[in-house]
């Protein structure tokens, strides 16, 4: 699998309801950033965590990091139709200043 | 608020044909990146420049080329377009440090130029 691999692909689930996505990475990070794409958009960031951090909250939205597990979840708690759009996590790898994109989650928040 | 602007939502060319991309960020950040986004495959990093006139390649230069002469100017160029370079091109931006090869803050990103090579 790719370094920053989101898990689910896609997920749909209705308004009000809480969202989780998860992302794998293989390799030692600087951090990990959640970014958010509109259908045919650029990407828009929405938080980062560090290394060093466990758990970062802003709004609605609530990150976790385990570096353990080389693993992060984002959960978007009362999701609303405007959530609807796709979220994707990026890697800072250590030692460089590259990011590695993973494919994404298509979220779908129904009415 | 940050703002990158690239020069074309959407843009058709035929094979053959140099093509430039244009990005443009009022930040002053010192880092810029080019991706490209394909179906299945994410985001992936083209070029990345630091520096006026610094550039490092990212996963898949091939077949690409970039240009930074000035701070706030990022170009991405295809010098030969071909029909597998047909994709969503995404340019960001983010602050580096003083001194330093990048940095690792969040990146801004453009609202992207879709190319079509016929």
């Known amino acids: 699998s790719q370094q920053g691999e989101e898990d689910p692909q896609a997920l749909s689930i209705q308004e009000g309801e809480n969202a989780t996505m998860n992302c794998s990475y293989k390799?030692?990070?600087?951090?990990l950033q959640w970014y958010r794409q509109n259908s045919g958009r650029g990407l828009v960031h929405l938080i980062l965590i560090r290394s060093n951090e466990r758990e970062k909250h802003s709004g609605r939205l609530r990150v976790t990091l385990d570096t353990s597990k080389k693993s992060s979840s984002l959960l978007i708690t009362a999701s609303r139709a405007a959530d609807t759009a796709s979220y994707f996590c990026?890697?800072?790898?250590?030692?460089?200043?590259?990011?590695?994109f993973g494919t994404g989650t298509r979220l779908k928040v129904l009415a | 608020d940050v703002k990158v602007t690239q020069s074309s939502r959407y843009l058709v060319k035929r094979t053959g044909e140099k093509v430039f991309l244009e990005c443009v960020q009022d930040m002053d950040h010192e880092n810029m990146f080019w991706y490209r986004q394909d179906p299945g495959l994410g985001l992936r990093l083209i070029y990345f420049s630091y520096d006026v006139k610094m550039k490092e390649k990212g996963d898949i230069p091939e077949g690409y080329s970039v240009s930074r002469e000035k701070k706030e100017r990022f170009s991405l160029i295809l010098e030969s377009a071909s029909t597998n370079q047909t994709s969503m091109y995404l340019c960001?931006?983010?602050?580096?440090?003083?001194?330093?090869?990048?940095?690792?803050?969040?990146?801004?990103f453009g609202p992207g130029t879709r190319l079509t090579v016929l």
């Open positions: 960001a931006s983010s602050l580096g440090l003083a001194g330093s090869r990048g940095s690792y803050n969040e990146q801004f």
């Open positions: 990026a890697t800072a790898l250590s030692g460089t200043y590259k990011y590695i």
């Open positions: 390799t030692s990070i600087n951090n």
